[in-house]
């Protein structure tokens, strides 16, 4: 059984949002009915209104609507890979898994003279004095 959360994720993409307020405006000038994004069935509604309907325009609608579903639904695959991380546009390296990647080598000693230290500001390594 899928969550709620998980039954509604495609709400989330905002050319898909779109097109289902489009659907959902169509309908309430048509039948006066609103249908909520929190309705249970709401792509069976939407789908039902769309059969009903006289007008071309909700079914045009409904039409492209499902067939973004349906290659949305095929398209979308679990993520395997771990993403780059980013930084102003760059990639980082990060050599811990799970840390952001930036990070800052304080404690870490020249062992030419003990009075500096490196670290990395911005993206570049730099001698700092202690």
Known sequence: ?????????WLLDRGLLKLVHQCRRLILAEFGIKVHLTDEHLQSQLAA??????????????EELREKLQNNGETQEPQTTVPRKMYRGQP???????????????????SASGRTRT???????????V
């Open 119 to 129: 670290i990395t500001y911005r993206g570049q390594t730099i001698e700092v004095p």
């Open 92 to 110: 980082v390296e990060s050599n811990e898994p799970g840390h952001a990647g930036i990070h800052d080598e304080r404690g870490q000693e020249d």
């Open 49 to 62: 209104y769309a059969k009903k309907s006289r007008s071309p325009q909700l079914s045009n609608v409904w």
């Open 1 to 9: 059984m899928m969550t709620l959360a998980a039954e509604r994720s």
